[in-house]
């Protein structure tokens, strides 16, 4: 469908609520929602990822977009549906930052994207590492913008080391945008470029391990 | 020529002139290292201005970079309507959570009175102590967030973004409150003795809003603020893109831009040769690991670019050094302007 992805994208950085939820509906029969999260929803989100990448268009475009495919992605399969992808157990945090937009934007592409999982806002290292046990984590996205926040994942990686805990570390943020090499600074698992590229990598995770 | 000629003060004018002065100038705003420097921890730094002030001082003198800020943090503004400030051991404080809940709020927000904000006042009394100290010899910058770029701050980037796209009439009913709080706030410091002020508006940047939106809102705000800001002002993307306005960020009434690292530094000269003088564009993030080589080969390839016909300060990419930045490198950051930054600076290098 490549004429209605384009549809869509325009629909989304124009920031149409209106008509990016008409195309959709237009394609959707009752049954074929996670065909169009795959063709329609994923590829969009992707291309709008990419397209702030290269500075063509805003992080304002790219949040609302976001936001105007959860509510859309929410209805049709909506939270706690049997059909959203829950396994493995995944959450997303934002580690000592107070800086939450970019974990909004990650949250609500990852549901737009089928997924389900658990968001635990603003947390510590100890915080962190309490509610990954607890809730058998098996994936943790983390979301930074300032620079010892995103250096504080190395001590949650060393602390989740000692304690035997396997959960993979997917991070991203300004600082891992500024600095390619950071991530593997902070032993993280992976990095993502934008928001919609951690649905990209998250894909990737969920295959290794499913 | 190997040594300084001109002072800080003469320097930095005739770059922002456009002419090329006896080096290229530099800016390092290492805001929390002053608390290193006088081993306090960084909340105890801000507590007072002879901290910060004194901060300041030793840095120029170690550093020898070509101004003093009196900048503690973005936050402080945000104290004049009684929003927390959260600080850290290893990094700038933050905002905590955002005082305007409901677009209601803003109904009700009062214009804060400056001179009544403990935090502004010590902000004040900094740029007193600095200017006495240095008089007309050292640029003193001053620093305010635009009106447009405050709301991230007091409302939660997201609710502000929301604001922006769907609310209209309370966007600026909120632009109108935090313009006059700017106008006021930047000219008292200027009162006080700063040369000029840097006006930090990374929300104006396309990293940010689309142009187009832009166009209606940060660009007619920072045109009108700043007409009112009875000083020379720099605008300052914080690490955002800017080519694509480059235009409409020359017709604002600014003397300097900020710019990202993002962004090819001679695609930037050329974009504001003869408009604004391009300020940047370090990467400070990275910085924290540079090596003695690589610091070098940074600044002097900065220099080369953006460096000729002056209207280049060199500076980092954001407006402020992070913590986790060692002094060695700024040190390192200093030999090299020295080595490589003075006029003419287009000779051929001569390891090759």
């Not at chain 1, 968001?119 to 994936?139: C, Q, S, W």
Request: glycine share 6%.
């Amino acid at each position: 469908m490549p004429r209605t992805n384009e549809h869509l994208i325009t629909a989304l950085i124009s920031m149409n609520r209106t008509a990016a939820h008409d195309i959709i509906r237009q394609h959707y029969n009752g049954k074929n929602t996670f065909l169009l999260i795959e063709q329609l929803v994923v590829p969009a989100l992707e291309t709008i990822g990419d397209l702030w990448t290269e500075g063509i268009v805003a992080l304002s475009q790219v949040y609302m977009s976001s936001r105007i495919i959860e509510e859309l992605i929410d209805e049709l399969l909506p939270p706690g549906d049997p059909g959203r992808i829950g396994q493995p157990k995944m959450a997303i945090a934002v580690l000592e930052d107070y800086h939450l937009l970019g974990k909004r934007i990650v949250w609500s592409i990852l549901r737009a994207g089928g997924y389900e999982l658990l968001d635990y806002g603003r947390v510590t290292v100890a915080e962190t590492l309490e509610k990954i046990v607890a809730d058998k984590i098996e994936i943790l996205l983390i979301s930074t913008l300032m620079l010892p926040s995103a250096l504080r994942i190395k001590d949650l990686k060393s602390e989740m080391e000692r304690q035997n805990l396997k959960t993979r570390l997917i991070v991203g943020g300004a600082p891992f945008r500024f600095d390619e090499m950071l991530w593997r600074d902070v032993n993280a698992d992976a990095t993502a470029n934008n928001a919609a590229d951690s649905l990209k990598v998250l894909n990737g995770i969920v295959e290794e391990l499913t | 020529m190997t040594v300084d000629t001109m002072t800080p003060m003469q320097r930095v004018l005739m770059t922002l002139s456009h002419k090329e002065a006896d080096r290229v100038p530099f800016f390092l705003f290492p805001t929390m290292h002053g608390a290193r420097e006088l081993k306090l921890s960084i909340k105890e730094y801000f507590s007072t201005a002879e901290y910060v002030s004194e901060g300041q001082l030793r840095l120029r003198e170690k550093y020898h970079h070509d101004c003093l800020s009196s900048f503690y943090y973005g936050p402080a503004e945000i104290e004049s309507w009684g929003g927390e400030v959260i600080f850290r051991e290893d990094g700038p404080p933050n905002s905590g959570r955002p005082f305007i809940q409901s677009t209601s709020d803003i109904e009700r927000l009062p214009v804060p009175d400056i001179t009544e904000v403990p935090a502004l006042k010590r902000v004040i009394k900094t740029t007193e102590m600095l200017k006495k100290e240095v008089g007309n010899e050292v640029p003193i910058i001053g620093v305010v967030m635009s009106p447009f770029s405050l709301p991230v701050m007091q409302m939660g980037f997201d609710k502000y973004i929301e604001l922006i796209v769907d609310h209209e009439r309370y966007f600026w009913q909120l632009m109108e409150i935090n313009q006059k709080f700017c106008i006021n706030w930047a000219n008292a410091q200027l009162s006080a003795g700063a040369t000029a002020i840097c006006y930090f508006d990374p929300v104006s940047s396309p990293t940010i809003i689309p142009k187009e939106t832009y166009l209606k809102t940060g660009f007619k705000i920072a045109k009108d603020t700043i007409s009112q800001i009875q000083g020379p002002t720099a605008i300052h993307l914080a690490s955002g893109i800017s080519l694509s306005i480059a235009g409409e960020l020359a017709e604002t009434g600014a003397v300097g831009v900020g710019v990202s690292v993002e962004e090819n530094l001679a695609d930037l000269k050329a974009a504001f040769k003869n408009k604004l003088t391009v300020i940047g564009n370090l990467n400070g993030i990275e910085m924290r690991r540079w090596t003695k080589a690589e610091t070098e080969e940074n600044v002097k390839q900065a220099i080369r670019l953006a460096g000729p016909d002056g209207g280049f300060i060199l500076s980092d990419n954001h407006g402020e050094i992070p913590w986790q930045v060692p002094d060695e490198t700024l040190v390192n950051i200093s030999k090299a302007v020295f080595k490589y930054g003075y006029y003419p600076i287009n000779e051929p290098d001569p390891k090759k």
